[in-house]
Structure formats: structure tokens, C-alpha cells
């Protein structure tokens, strides 16, 4: 009996021997680096995965928790300008550092740094605005590699969707055709209208925000330096989720929305792991949020050079 338990026993440990770690997968195999690309990280770089719509996701979600969770509401202006917060005006930097070539003088400014470390006056944040370079930061780091036209300009990757350029992993879409999905790009135009048969246009003022979540008759969008934040904006849509009516008229009366960049990712469908940020704010956020509680750790007081009352910028690249 004691023989027979002893064989068992051995069997046992036998299979667990045979069921152990799997074989370590192909190394990703990265072309040599240039002045370009050498400061990315080699993991975006590669990438050492394929360009991912959960990634993105995550990626602006978690910046959006990195600025404590702000939600702008029209005509509604954050307490706090926290781009010039320590810990934030850092974060901008990396945006532009990581978002752009390294070559631009931009590649070096901050959220209150230009490119040779001087603050600059809060008067100016409109010629700093950094909302493309965070559109850029977040699709580098997804994986987008080449595919992705950087830059410091919203008007380049949509004109570069419209023209169908080789190689962009993007395709613009009619706002009253396609249904926003997460992970895209919805589009607004400032200042001068612009409307989807004028594209590809000019360079012109405008904004992109990334969609998180989508809920019925909304969507959720994230976007960077509004109101000087990574933040959140609740955009209403149709019953069936298009930003317009077959008529083209854009449901929002807020926003000048004429464009979705659809994105065409290689990684797409993945459920979230099961530790990743929520896709969505808790049930309640948008009625029980009070900007200036948004956190619950103290605000730094933010850097300011030449402070003056109002000077708050609106510009958006």
C-alpha cells in the first residue's frame, strides 16, 4: 500500500514538472535606432506589440487619473489651472518629449517651460497648447509606430486621413455615416469652420478627443489641455450613436464636431485585463462631481509666472 502511494505520489510530481512555464516567445526584433527615435522607449518603438485599441484606452485613462479625474461641462471652467501644478506640468513635458520629433523645438517644452527651461507667463499658454502632442503621446505609446502622422498640430494626421496618405492608420469618416467606436478620434474645428468636403484643408485650429466608453446616446471622450487638463467630456450622440443625424446636423450644440478619425488597429477586441483602469467613471460621477473635489490628495499650488485674473487660455492647436 505504502509502495503504491509512494508511485502515486512520484506520478504526481511528474506532471507538475511537465506542466511548467511555456517557452519564452520570439524577441521582438528592433531596427537600429536614429536621432528620430532614439529617446522612445524601446517597448513603443518596436512596438514589442501590435498597435492596440485597449492600450489607447488605457493609456488616456490613465492620464486622465493622473490629473484627478477632471470632467468639463460647457461654459463650465475648471477651478484649477493644472498644467502648472508640480507633478502635471512634468507630465505635459513628456507628452511633448515622447509624442513628437525630437528635432521640433517643441520636443522640449513643458506645461510652463519653453524649449530652453524658461517659465513662461500663464498669458501665453495659448501658444503652448499641447492637445495634438497628447493625442500623439498616447498613440506612440498604443504602438502606433510609423502609422501615425505626430505632430503638434491636430489639421496634419486629419488632413493625412483625408488624403488616404500610404501607411496612416487612420481613415476620416462623416460624422452623420460612422458610429464613433472606443479608441477613435472625433474632431472639432476652431475659430474657422470647416466641413468634411473641404478636407483636406489648410492647417486650421481644431481639437481631437479620444473615445473611452460609450454609453446610450453618449459618448465619453477624453482630450488633453482642455481647460489646461488632461479631461473628460460627456458628448451627446443619436439613439444609435452617430455624432449627427442623417441630415448632418451634429446633435451637440457645444462642440463643432465634422470629422471621426477612425483608427485602424492591428490589436483589437481585447476584453481589459482584469486589473486595468474602469472604462468608465462610477455610476453617478457626472451628477456628484465637484471639480474642486475631485481629488483626494492636497493641489499643489500651481507655478505661475506673471499671473494675471483671466488671463486662462482657450486655445487649442
Known amino acids: ?16 514538472a511537465a506542466a511548467g512555464p511555456p ?3 520570439a524577441p521582438v526584433r528592433l531596427a537600429p535606432a536614429t536621432a528620430l527615435d532614439a529617446h522612445i522607449p524601446p517597448f513603443a518603438r518596436g512596438p514589442y506589440q501590435p498597435f492596440s485599441r485597449e492600450a489607447a484606452v488605457q493609456i488616456a485613462l490613465g492620464e486622465w487619473w493622473a490629473f484627478r479625474k477632471p470632467v468639463v461641462y460647457p461654459n463650465v471652467e475648471l477651478p484649477e489651472d493644472e498644467e502648472r501644478e508640480e507633478g502635471l506640468w512634468q507630465r505635459v513635458g513628456l507628452y511633448w518629449w515622447l509624442g513628437l520629433d525630437p528635432s521640433w523645438p517643441q520636443s522640449g517644452w513643458t506645461g510652463i517651460h519653453d524649449q530652453n527651461g524658461r517659465v513662461f507667463s500663464d498669458t501665453r499658454d495659448g501658444y503652448y497648447a499641447w492637445s495634438a502632442a497628447f493625442v500623439s503621446y498616447v498613440m506612440r505609446l498604443a504602438g502606433a509606430g510609423g502609422s501615425f502622422p505626430y505632430s503638434e498640430n491636430h489639421a496634419d494626421y486629419i488632413n493625412a486621413a483625408a488624403r488616404h496618405d500610404p501607411g496612416v492608420a487612420l481613415i476620416a469618416e462623416r460624422v452623420e ?8 478620434l472625433i474632431c472639432l474645428w476652431r475659430g474657422r469652420p470647416v466641413t468634411f468636403n473641404q478636407l483636406p484643408a489648410a492647417k486650421f485650429p481644431g481639437h481631437c478627443d479620444i473615445v473611452v466608453n460609450i454609453r446610450p446616446g453618449q459618448l465619453d471622450v477624453i482630450g488633453g489641455n482642455v481647460d489646461n487638463a488632461v479631461a473628460m467630456k460627456y458628448i451627446p450622440v443619436t439613439a444609435d450613436g452617430h455624432l449627427a443625424g442623417p441630415d448632418g446636423v451634429v446633435v451637440d450644440p457645444d462642440h463643432h464636431w465634422f470629422v471621426v ?11 481589459p485585463p482584469s486589473n486595468a483602469i474602469s472604462q468608465a467613471p462610477p455610476a453617478g460621477y457626472d451628477i456628484a462631481y465637484n471639480p474642486a473635489a475631485a481629488t483626494s490628495r492636497p493641489r499643489p499650488p500651481p507655478i505661475i509666472a506673471s499671473a494675471s485674473p483671466g488671463s486662462r487660455s482657450r486655445a487649442i492647436r
Not at 455615416?177 to 477613435?184: E, I, K, N, S
Open 1 to 16: 500500500m505504502r509502495h503504491s502511494a509512494v508511485i502515486v505520489l512520484a506520478l504526481a510530481l511528474a506532471g507538475c
Open 23 to 25: 517557452p519564452p516567445s
Open 177 to 184: 455615416a460612422y458610429v464613433p467606436q472606443r479608441g477613435d
Open 261 to 271: 478619425l477612425k483608427v485602424l488597429y492591428q490589436r483589437d477586441g481585447a476584453s
